[in-house]
């Protein structure tokens, strides 16, 4: 019995190599390979290799892991930035300063200046955003939305006496 299926098998294999062969050796093999595969209008259009790889590389790994890289980068940029002279010098310009007023236009040069020369160096979408959320912040500080105007001088003349 298994040698009548063991025949059996070899003569299928043996047939179905020969099929395979003959196929092999066919002259219209050269213009059949040269045919691009055409692809049924139900399937939908797969995008590219590099296409795939910039969708992979755009993918979140979760809201914790985006904020942990945005924070890296922020740090980067801050450190690349540190150092230049005239952040330096707009810095100690803001600290030498006598009046609150001065101070304070002083540091909005600063903290713009600041600010640019990050956004300069950065490149991806999210962290432009955060740049300018924290330009912001730091612009809203030098404000005073608290403090009363000062009277005109024209509303604080004294009053004149009538006898």
Not at 6 to 33: H, N, R
Not at 53 to 67: L, P
């Amino acid at each position: 019995m298994k040698l009548i299926l063991l025949v059996t098998c070899s003569a299928i294999l043996g047939q179905a190599l020969i099929v395979g062969a003959q196929e092999a050796t066919d002259v219209d093999l050269q213009s059949k390979q040269n045919k691009p595969a055409e692809t049924p209008a139900g399937l939908p259009n797969i995008p590219a290799l590099s296409q795939l790889d910039e969708m992979f590389k755009q993918t979140s790994m979760g809201k914790e892991a985006d904020e942990q890289r945005l924070r890296v980068e922020w740090r980067e940029l801050k450190n690349q930035v540190m150092n230049d002279p005239d952040l330096i010098a707009a810095k100690h310009a803001a600290e030498k300063t006598r009046t609150d007023l001065q101070k304070r236009e002083l540091l909005r040069s600063y903290f713009k200046l600041y600010f640019a020369k990050i956004r300069l160096l950065t490149m991806s979408p999210e962290m432009k955003q955060r740049i300018d959320g924290m330009e912001a912040g730091q612009l809203y500080s030098t404000s005073q939305p608290r403090v009363r105007p000062s009277p005109s001088p024209s509303a604080s003349a004294t009053p004149v006496k009538t006898n």
